[in-house]
């Protein structure tokens, strides 16, 4: 023993050496890598949309994940099903009527896809008492135009777009009081209001809408 | 011939009272108060030359924070000791705290371990907290570029922690203090001397709650932290003039916190933080007046961060930074003739970084160095000490850093001190190698393999002189130019198929000048009482604008009281900074908050029970500064405790 020989002459010291370099031995830190406790994240990633009646009316809320790994992918969604879509070719389908990815979303037309999906804005809109759908108005998916974003030109984000941006430091992205109607590819009109950009849990890229078939117009 | 040598001092504790004075006797000095805890002008000092010198006579100005001003304070670490101190800022950095120096950045301040460099560095800043104060012997400082001896980073200054050393044959101590936030220190020392083998052991253990200063938030603001400390000094004396030092420590801690975002996200944070570092240094005392050291060195840091959000496993985050340095330095000091004292060494060093976002598994660098050092007796009152260190990167190549230092005893109660140094900063592993994408935000940063060093010059010229037989002046006027400061520039602008591209470039220059000045005024005995002042100007040279979080102007006040008959000490420092300027930048215009100035103000009270035994209580922050944006200190904290010692 190596602590035996070295000069210390009192009983005492030789045990707190000793103890020093036992200690210094077990000393180590845990590893933290992957000690993230939590479940997998909770329900708020299903998009099986939360129904009640409103004026008669089904309303349902849906929360879809828009890129939330932030693989540059959109992530599609079918009014008629009601649940996110999984189109082999997104290009060519007609499966999906709209899609998410971070704040832009496209509908299935024009530049975006092979779809006639349409979207008018009626800015400040009551969601409740909006039942029956205009007959003009609609536009369709266009190449980025003069305005200030790089994303497509449609009803959700040409001009006034479905979100407001804080900027630093918070960086909030909190939706504006529009309501949208979306004709989709059957040819039924939807309401559509973003309610929040985040999950339950505060993490962004979770765009979380509430919708409703309305009546087509005359 | 065995004449020592007046300022040569051999590494084995030969008597410094029996050198005899060879080239007349030097001018007596401005004597500091005895009986008090000033440095004493036979305290030896290291710092300003890499050789031992004593206090009064070292050419180069040395700040010292002794053993028993440090025991006075009350201090638990580092970081604290240095809070409320003339020209030295204490800020919260984004693990612990850490300093500035004549107005320039905690990057450019180089920290020493018994002179040797440490790792573990998180965004340039060496987390002060992480040195406890039970194994700290003493504090040096010296201001002003001194790469010429210590290379890299030695911009603003140098601050030397020297450790303890064992002292008595066979001695314990054991403190314990608990206080504020549930606040638990306890540390306990074994220190052995003996004519073969010296050793000396302190074990340390210290926890403490998590505080908020914003109550409206789930987030806190300070850690919960449970940290344990174990070191080892020895030293082995293997004849007269051949001794072998020993060095080993270990340093374990956990911070805990919780942060929240605006998004409604609530994060669990856990950090650990180890180190780890060991050397070995054979000393010689050869023959003609010289002594000959060779230093062997290893350092490990490991910092581990996970962040784990609640309800979610989207956001979690987990890294790690491995930092490990492993040095080999020589160094031989031999006066020539009676005039010149000659110092001149070598080293060689490995590092190497591995941590997430660089763009290779890890960076390292192979870096050598040559430095020598001549003190030269010009006059008997006047030392010149031109210095010269070439080093050589293995990432950016060769840089050399000159040194000229001149101490001039005007009179018997006056030293003048100057210096005229060159500093440098190595780019650092993240600003060489960095690969970050912020892919929501449209940008990404890269590193800069071509990056060469930034570049400093310093000027500093000082005074000591003492005024009367209980007063004594000490000030300091220092001008430093910082050029080529790496920073992020705009590379490529995004897009449609790139994002925006931001990459490290030494392009910014910057300037910082003021006074340094305090005043000790010992009225009778056991009363102490210190004022300082610092005026900080600074100027960012490539915006024209203040630099972000410097007072222009800061008071200081120590007083010190210490009644023998009664055993009873008492220590009061406080600190008055000034207001100090915060920029943010909206839409192109960048627009200037003055945060407030705020006061700081610690106290201790302590007494002796018996030979053994000492009971103190001690408060910091006492005036309660709670400013969560720009002053987060953790609130008015009072702790009490014992001290045992036999």
């Known amino acids: 023993m190596i602590i035996m020989r070295l000069p210390l002459h009192h009983p005492a010291a030789r045990f707190a050496f000793a103890g020093l370099f036992a200690a210094s031995l077990a000393g180590c830190a845990p590893n933290l890598a992957g000690a993230g406790t939590d479940p997998t994240t909770q329900t708020n990633t299903d998009t099986q949309p939360l129904s009640e009646e409103q004026n008669g009316i089904t309303v349902h809320t849906s929360v879809v994940d828009a890129d939330v790994a932030k693989t540059n992918t959109f992530t599609y969604f079918s009014f008629g099903t009601g649940a996110v879509a999984s189109p082999a070719t997104p290009s060519t389908s007609v499966d999906w009527d709209i899609a998410f990815k971070s704040t832009t979303i496209i509908a299935n037309s024009g530049v975006s896809g092979a779809g006639t999906v349409s979207v008018k804005r009626h800015a400040g809109a009551d969601f409740d008492a909006l039942t029956k759908a205009d007959a003009s108005g609609y536009v369709i998916d266009a190449a980025d135009g003069a305005d200030s974003d790089t994303a497509v030109d449609n009803g959700f984000l040409l001009g006034d777009a479905w979100y407001h941006y804080a900027g630093a430091p918070t960086h909030l992205v909190t939706p504006k009081d529009h309501v949208y109607v979306v004709r989709a590819n059957s040819g039924k009109y939807y309401k559509m209001k973003v309610v929040s950009y985040y999950d339950a849990a505060g993490t962004a890229r979770y765009v979380t809408f509430k919708w409703a078939e309305i009546t087509s117009p005359d | ?646």
């Open chain 2, 1 to 646: 011939m065995t004449v020592a040598h007046p300022r040569l001092k051999p590494p084995s504790a030969a008597p410094l009272a029996a050198l005899a004075l060879i080239f007349g006797a030097l001018p007596a000095q401005a004597q500091a108060p005895h009986g008090s805890d000033a440095p004493q002008l036979d305290d030896v000092v290291v710092t300003g030359t890499r050789t031992e010198r004593r206090l009064a006579d070292t050419p180069v100005a040395t700040e010292v924070i002794t053993r028993s001003e440090i025991e006075a304070s009350g201090a638990v670490n580092v970081a604290d000791l240095l809070t409320s101190r003339t020209g030295i800022e204490v800020f919260s950095a984004l693990q612990g705290e850490g300093i500035r120096l004549q107005g320039l950045d905690s990057k450019h301040v180089l920290i020493l371990v018994d002179g040797r460099r440490i790792t573990g560095r998180l965004s340039g800043t060496v987390d002060l907290t992480r040195y406890p104060i039970e194994s700290i012997e003493r504090v040096e400082i010296v201001r002003g570029g001194s790469s010429a001896l210590y290379g890299s980073e030695a911009m603003a200054g140098v601050i030397n922690l020297i450790t303890r050393q064992a002292k008595e044959s066979l001695s314990f101590e054991t403190q314990g203090l608990y206080g504020s936030l549930n606040t638990g220190v306890f540390s306990g020392t074994m220190s052995q001397t003996s004519e073969a083998f010296d050793t000396r052991i302190t074990a340390g253990w210290r926890r403490q709650d998590a505080y908020d200063l914003t109550p409206g938030t789930p987030g806190t603001t300070g850690n919960a932290l449970n940290e344990v400390t174990l070191s080892n000094n020895s030293s082995f004396k293997l004849s007269r003039d051949r001794q072998v030092k020993t060095h080993l420590d270990y340093y374990n801690r956990g911070q805990y916190g919780i942060d929240s975002s605006t998004t409604g996200a609530v994060f669990d944070r856990t950090n650990h933080t180890e180190s780890f570092s060991g050397s070995i240094e054979p000393q010689f005392t050869l023959p003609g007046l010289a002594n000959l050291k060779v230093s062997a060195y290893y350092n490990h840091y490991r910092d581990q961060y996970l962040k784990d959000q609640r309800n979610s496993n989207a956001l979690d985050q987990y890294e790690q930074t491995v930092d490990q340095l492993a040095q080999l330095q020589v160094q031989d000091e031999r006066a020539i003739g009676l005039d010149h004292l000659l110092t001149s060494g070598a080293e060689i060093a490995y590092e190497r970084l591995s941590t997430d976002r660089l763009n290779a598994a890890y960076g390292d660098r192979k870096r050598a160095a040559l430095y020598a050092q001549d003190e030269w007796q010009a006059l008997p009152s006047l030392v010149v000490l031109p210095g010269l260190r070439a080093d050589l990167d293995s990432r950016y190549g060769t840089n050399v850093a000159p040194k000229v230092a001149l101490r001039y005893d005007a009179t018997q109660a006056v030293t003048l001190r100057a210096s005229l140094g060159t500093g440098f900063r190595a780019p650092d592993f993240k600003e060489l190698l960095l690969q970050f994408q912020n892919v929501s935000a449209g940008y990404e940063i890269v590193g800069n393999p071509n990056l060469g060093p930034e570049t400093s010059t310093s000027l500093n010229v000082g005074l000591d002189s003492r005024l009367a037989s209980w007063a004594w002046i000490s000030a300091n006027l220092y001008q430093n130019e910082v050029a080529n400061l790496i920073q992020t520039e705009l590379a490529r602008a995004g897009t449609a198929d790139t994002i925006t591209q931001y990459r490290y470039v030494n392009v910014a220059s910057a300037m910082t000048r003021g006074i340094e000045a305090s005043l000790r005024i010992q009225p009778f005995t056991g009363f102490v009482l210190e004022p300082g002042y610092t005026l900080n100007d600074t100027l960012d040279r490539s915006t024209g604008l203040l630099l972000e979080g410097r007072s222009l102007h800061k008071g200081t006040l120590t007083a010190r009281y210490q009644h023998e008959p009664w055993g009873l000490g008492i220590y009061v420092r406080g600190a008055l900074n000034g207001e100090r300027p915060f920029h943010s930048k909206a839409n192109a215009v960048t627009s200037t908050t003055m945060a407030p100035a705020f006061t700081t103000l610690e106290a201790r009270l302590a007494k002796s029970l018996s030979r053994q035994l000492s009971a103190h209580v001690q408060g910091s922050n006492l005036l309660n500064v709670t400013d969560p944006v720009y002053t987060p200190m953790q609130p008015l904290t009072l702790l009490a405790g014992l001290t045992a010692r036999f």
